[in-house]
């Protein structure tokens, strides 16, 4: 059974518009959450991440939300850019850390220009 | 400075057989993961080590997959007898400290066949 669910296989936004990006999860043990980007042919590589004592973090162009009551958090990007088609993978860990990391299935991610 | 690598790119081997997955993690990288994402689902934690000993391999599927830290430099990860359900894509990463972000290598595609 999948704990950290991403329920959309794939995602197309204009370039300049939001993209968002949604991730659930069902362990309450987890509490550090993280976004990791690929390209094709490349290991996932670390976009972002947000610790469950936060609701926000942001970096630049991308947000990270974090609703732990509905265990829901999503990816924001803003202003979308060509460069940023990936596969895009939630991650979730309960050590607080980058450990034993639990991903999702992946977004995949297209911005049109 | 070289990322993480890992060998081969891609393998393909027939049931039955033995195959070594092998990864380099970053120079002066103690802690070193394993994971897998088999059928295009989600990336599972297999392994870390810290340095050459075992320090959670709680995500190993079975006594079929053997890692090795030898030195505690690069790993191995031995899969025999290979079965049709063990392909997918190996990726390693390590990170300085468990707290660290990990730095994940490009993967390897095992396909049994």
């Known amino acids: 059974d999948q704990q950290v669910k991403q329920n959309s296989p794939s995602l197309s936004v204009q370039e300049g518009r939001i993209s968002i990006l949604n991730c659930d999860y069902t362990n309450s043990m987890f509490d550090y959450f993280l976004w990791y980007k690929k390209y094709p042919a490349e290991g996932p590589t670390f976009l972002i991440s947000i610790s469950s004592i936060k609701d926000k973090n942001e970096d630049g162009r991308f947000t990270v939300f974090l609703n732990k009551s509905a265990k829901h958090l999503s990816l924001h990007i803003v202003p979308s850019q060509p460069g940023d088609s990936a596969v895009y993978f939630c991650a979730a860990s309960p050590s607080g850390s980058a450990r034993q990391l639990t991903f999702g299935s992946g977004t995949q991610l297209t911005v049109l220009p | 400075e070289a990322g993480v690598t890992q060998f081969p790119s891609h393998s393909v081997i027939e049931k039955g057989q033995t195959v070594t997955l092998r990864c380099d993690p970053i120079s002066g990288h103690d802690n070193l993961y394993w994971y897998r994402r088999v059928m295009g689902k989600e990336i599972k934690f297999l392994l870390h080590?810290?340095?050459?000993?075992?320090?959670?391999e709680s995500g190993m599927p079975n006594n079929r997959f053997l890692a090795e830290r030898t030195g505690g430099t690069y790993s191995t990860l031995k899969v025999q007898p290979a079965e049709l359900e063990d392909s997918g894509v190996y990726f390693c990463?390590?990170?300085?400290?468990?707290?660290?972000?990990?730095?994940f290598g490009q993967g390897t595609r095992l396909t049994v066949v």
């Open positions: 990463a390590s990170s300085l400290s468990p707290d660290s972000e990990a730095f």
């Open positions: 080590f810290v340095k050459e000993s075992k320090q959670d």
